[in-house]
Every structure is written in structure tokens, then in C-alpha cells.
């Protein structure tokens, strides 16, 4: 269910990523780039640091964790890539 959680949240923040980014873009055209390029970094950072827990606090082997890290960053990222590939 946790990864369910930060699958959504993954997707919340791509949300507010590509709105901030299309506000901006009429002053900065490549705002949308660089909102897209800021969510994939940030979203690796969180990942990363769930995985981490995962690992340091929940008892789990990183062979364990590292197919719902592949999954919680993975997705979120190629939608954001796709997004900003065929819309923006």
C-alpha cells in the first residue's frame, strides 16, 4: 500500500511541477524543461531516501528494495519524460 502512496504522490508532484512550469513559460521558455529536468531530480532524491529507510529501518536487502525503487521513481519519471516529450 506504501507504494501505492508514492506512486500517487510521484504524480501529485509531476503535477505541480508541469503547472509551475507552464506558468512560467511565458516569460522563460524553457521553463517546462527545466521544471521536468527539477521533478526527476527531486523524485530520485525521494526515492532514494524511501529506499534507504526501506532498507536501514524496515530490515529489508537492497535486492529487496530495489524492484519498488525501479517502480516508485521509474514511473512517475517516464510519465513526466512522455509529458514533456509529446505535450509540452
Not at 32 to 45: C, G, R
Amino acid at each position: 500500500m506504501r507504494t501505492v502512496f508514492f506512486l500517487v504522490a510521484g504524480l501529485f508532484l509531476l503535477g505541480a511541477a508541469l503547472l509551475l512550469g507552464k506558468l512560467f513559460s511565458a516569460h522563460y521558455p524553457g521553463a517546462a524543461f527545466v521544471a521536468t529536468v527539477a521533478f526527476v531530480a527531486l523524485w530520485l532524491i525521494i526515492a532514494g531516501i524511501n529506499m534507504w529507510v526501506g532498507v536501514a529501518r524496515a530490515g529489508y536487502a537492497v535486492t529487496e528494495e530495489l524492484p519498488i525503487f525501479l517502480l516508485i521513481f521509474g514511473v512517475p519519471a517516464a510519465v513526466a519524460i512522455l509529458l514533456k516529450w509529446k505535450v509540452f
